[in-house]
C-alpha cells in the first residue's frame, strides 16, 4: 500500500485553502505550510509560484494547482473526483484559477462552509 502523504504549500490566509486541507487531513497525513512563513527555498520553491497556486510535493514530484488537488484527491481516496480534475484538462486550470481568484464569491464562501461542516 503507497504511503498516504504529502506536503503542501498553501495560502494560509485563505479560509477556502484552509477548509479543503482540513477536509483532506480526514482521510490523508498531510505536512502543511502556509506559504507567507515556509522556508520555500528549502522546497525549492519561489513566492511567485506559492502566490499562485497550491503546492503539494508527492514522492518527490511538485504538483500545482489542479494537477495538485487532482494528486491530493487520489492520495485521499477520491479517485473519481480525482480522474474527473486530471480529464478536465485545461478546463481544470481554469476552474482552479475562477476559484483561487475569486475566493470571496458567493459559490467558494457556500463551498467553505460545506467543507468546514464535512469535517466537525
Known amino acids: 500500500m503507497p504511503d498516504k502523504s504529502a506536503t503542501v504549500i498553501f495560502d494560509g490566509e485563505c479560509r477556502f485553502c484552509l477548509a479543503s486541507l482540513n477536509w483532506l487531513r480526514s482521510n490523508l497525513d498531510i505536512e502543511a505550510h502556509p506559504f507567507q512563513s ?3 527555498a528549502g522546497f525549492h520553491l519561489t513566492r511567485a509560484q506559492c502566490e499562485r497556486e497550491v ?5 518527490g514530484t511538485v504538483y500545482g494547482g489542479a494537477q495538485a488537488v487532482a494528486q491530493l484527491l487520489a492520495l485521499r481516496g477520491n ?3 480525482s480522474r474527473c480534475v486530471r480529464a478536465s484538462g ?3 486550470d481554469v476552474g482552479y484559477h475562477w476559484v483561487a ?3 470571496n464569491s458567493l459559490p467558494v464562501k457556500a463551498l467553505t462552509v460545506l467543507l468546514e461542516r464535512a469535517v466537525r
Not at 503546492?55 to 514522492?59: H, Q
Open 55 to 59: 503546492i503539494a510535493l508527492i514522492d
Open 38 to 40: 515556509a522556508d520555500l
Open 101 to 103: 481568484t475569486h475566493r
Open 90 to 92: 485545461k478546463l481544470g
Open 79 to 81: 479517485r473519481g473526483l
